[in-house]
């Protein structure tokens, strides 16, 4: 545990303060729903790049996969290898269409009204589908931060992790509720810089209390060679490690295929529908790929430090970011790099609540109960709803499983539900409504079954993209062509992302 001292409280209580100080001083800015859920489309450069690269990493970056690393070694770095690429192609296919299309689709503010607007769906299939699947894993993902922010408190102040967990929910919701999407962004791009800086600082520390990159790596080494060897793979067995032979081919697909979730992520493409003008796609893009390159690099040497530094393996791979923290700085400096994990914590679950929000209030409540609804009530309405699904999220952390396990079950539902639909209703004229019901379905519906009840190593989003892929394909075919004024549309909305692709 961390040794509870002053510094390091003052700096958590300051830090939490300045988030609920900066969610009140949204609430001012705050008048719709539209600035609740979008902000009003005005997210600048840097705060889009940021905040949609600090609400895709989470607690995960910080404590799952050095965990990963810590307990296996560099053949789990290939889910980094495939997050990089999938951050790239994110913003570089669908950052500067969706940002146009969903505007040219009667100014869509969720995910789940674009897909209604774009196919034209009557029967509001597509609607309540794609919102009742944004609300199943959102409420899993949120309960992967609290688990996080239940490890960050229980070695910090020394908390049940249970109790831990409920005053991170209560934290969250409270400047969440308060300031909505302008909020949830400005904190995030803050709380990006200040995990930019811990996964700076902590390795290179964590480095040279190890006696430098080469006496790290031959410590590690003499555990066994196969710790750092991507194409290898080693068994953390509690009391050290054993070698696990060469790296199978499903270990490395299901790694490269985390990023084919990209595609499907709401917290993220929210942040590419609320960016101020498609043109400000490329620099945001540039942005965004060196954040997470440097921190994906960093993670991975915390955990490789790790193994070198503990002379006594952890009881708990997960918390081999922290402890590197707690044995070796400053309290001053360790109380600022803690707060950097309740950053990333914080930056994806503000996210996902406000997303999930957005799909109860303006997808269920409006769609379907209320559809005259005044601006103020929605706006209420959309703050409730953050409440309830934080309730959700909080009983579903206290039932257990890892940040790494949530996380991955989460990811692999967006990205196999919405990630081939999305991609090929902006690149697809013969997409059709009937294709990405399908689709959704097809690939949540494997995510779930795969994990449950197919016995296999490989990551569940695999087989849940393949499935929405084909099923989107089959029923486009199939079903009623697209009528002439959408293709019309969408061509037209095609031409006015010309540009915003840009290049690098």
């Not at 990493?57 to 770095?77: D, F, R, V």
């Not at 555990?223 to 032979?245: C, I, M, N, R, V």
Request: include cysteine; charge should be negative.
């Amino acid at each position: 545990m961390v040794e509870v001292s002053a510094p390091v409280v003052t700096t958590m209580v300051l830090y939490l303060a300045g988030m609920i100080g900066v969610g009140v001083w949204m609430f001012r800015r705050t008048n719709d729903l539209g600035d609740y859920v979008l902000g009003g489309r005005s997210l600048g450069t840097v705060p889009a790049a940021l905040s949609a690269q600090a609400s895709d990493m989470s607690g995960w970056l910080l404590l799952g996969l050095p965990g990963a690393i810590y307990a296996a070694g560099l053949g789990e770095a290939w889910i980094g290898i495939g997050l990089l690429i999938g951050t790239y192609l994110n913003w570089l296919l669908v950052a500067g269409r969706l940002r146009t299309f969903t505007e040219h689709a009667d100014d869509a503010l969720t995910l789940s009204a674009y897909f209604e607007a774009r196919f034209e769906d009557r029967t509001r299939l597509l609607r309540i589908t794609s919102a009742l699947v944004t609300i199943v894993f959102f409420a899993i993902y949120v309960s992967s931060g609290l688990v996080a922010g239940g490890l960050l408190f229980e070695m910090v102040f020394g908390f049940e992790p249970d109790n831990a967990m409920v005053v991170s929910a209560l934290v969250i919701v409270a400047y969440t509720l308060l300031g909505g999407f302008l909020a949830v962004s400005y904190t995030d791009a803050f709380q990006g810089s200040l995990m930019l800086v811990a996964l700076v600082a902590v390795p290179i520390i964590g480095v040279v209390a190890d006696g430098g990159f080469g006496q790290m790596t031959a410590t590690v080494r003499a555990e066994t060679p196969d710790l750092l060897d991507l194409l290898g793979s080693a068994q953390f067995t509690g009391d050290g490690w054993d070698a696990g032979g060469a790296l199978g081919a499903v270990a490395i697909v299901s790694g490269l295929a985390w990023g084919l979730g990209y595609f499907g992520q709401p917290h993220i493409l929210a942040r590419f529908m609320g960016i101020r003008d498609a043109a400000l796609v490329p620099v945001a893009r540039r942005i965004g790929t060196a954040w997470v390159t440097i921190c994906l690099a960093g993670a991975v040497l915390v955990g490789i430090s790790g193994i070198a530094y503990f002379d006594t393996p952890l009881d708990n791979e997960e918390t081999v970011f922290l402890g590197l923290i707690s044995e070796t700085m400053p309290a001053w400096i360790a109380g600022i790099l803690l707060t950097a994990v309740l950053a990333a914590i914080m930056s994806t679950a503000d996210s996902q609540l406000l997303v999930s929000s957005s799909a109860l209030t303006e997808d269920v409540y409006r769609a379907l109960l209320h559809r005259d609804a005044p601006a103020r009530t929605l706006l209420w309405v959309g703050r409730l709803t953050t409440v309830g699904v934080a309730v959700v999220a909080l009983w579903l952390a206290l039932r257990g499983g890892t940040v790494l396990d949530l996380v991955a079950y989460a990811w692999a539902g967006f990205g196999a539900a919405f990630g081939v639909p999305l991609l090929l209703s902006l690149y697809w004229r013969r997409m059709t409504g009937a294709g990405a019901l399908a689709g959704m379905i097809a690939g949540a519906v494997t995510v779930v079954l795969w994990n449950n009840v197919v016995d296999s190593d490989l990551y569940e989003i695999v087989p849940g993209v393949l499935a929405s892929l084909v099923a989107c394909l089959a029923f486009s075919t199939v079903g009623t062509p697209p009528k002439r004024d959408l293709v019309d549309q969408f061509a037209a909305a095609g031409r006015d992302t010309t540009g915003a692709a840009g290049t690098g």
